[in-house]
């Protein structure tokens, strides 16, 4: 019904910035209502852990490896939610998710969707 379709992973050096979308697609028509977004985080071996989250309202909360150098914000107009990470370090390198709770249709329930994760890689 809805596909989180992320961008903007790669490699890059320590110290080093990059920028994280997400856009939310439906299959038809328009998304109803969007409510919390967020961007997961995962390696090998672990289980995935929440980086950023952003309510409806504005509202934010952070990892506290990531506060002070990630940024979350969203732009509702485009149903995307952004992840700006700056200050990279080589512990920040996993597959980066993104969640979403979406309301695509009324009468209907949210739901919660997964995007199909970025690589992130920081190396020298």
């Known amino acids: 019904q809805v596909q989180l379709m992320e961008s903007g992973g790669g490699l890059v050096q320590p110290g080093g910035s990059l920028r994280l979308s997400c856009a939310a697609s439906?299959?038809?028509?328009?998304?109803?209502?969007?409510?919390?977004m967020g961007w997961y985080r995962q390696t090998p071996g672990k289980q995935r852990e929440l980086v950023a989250g952003i309510t409806k309202s504005g509202s934010t909360n952070y990892h506290d490896s990531v506060k002070g150098r990630f940024a979350i914000s969203r732009d509702d107009a485009k149903n995307t939610v952004y992840l700006q990470m700056n200050s990279l370090k080589p512990e920040d390198t996993a597959v980066y998710y993104c969640n979403a709770d979406i309301l695509y249709r009324i009468p209907g329930a949210p739901k919660n969707y997964w995007g199909q994760g970025t690589q992130v890689t920081i190396s020298s």
């Open positions: 439906p299959a038809s028509g328009t998304i109803f209502s969007i409510y919390t």
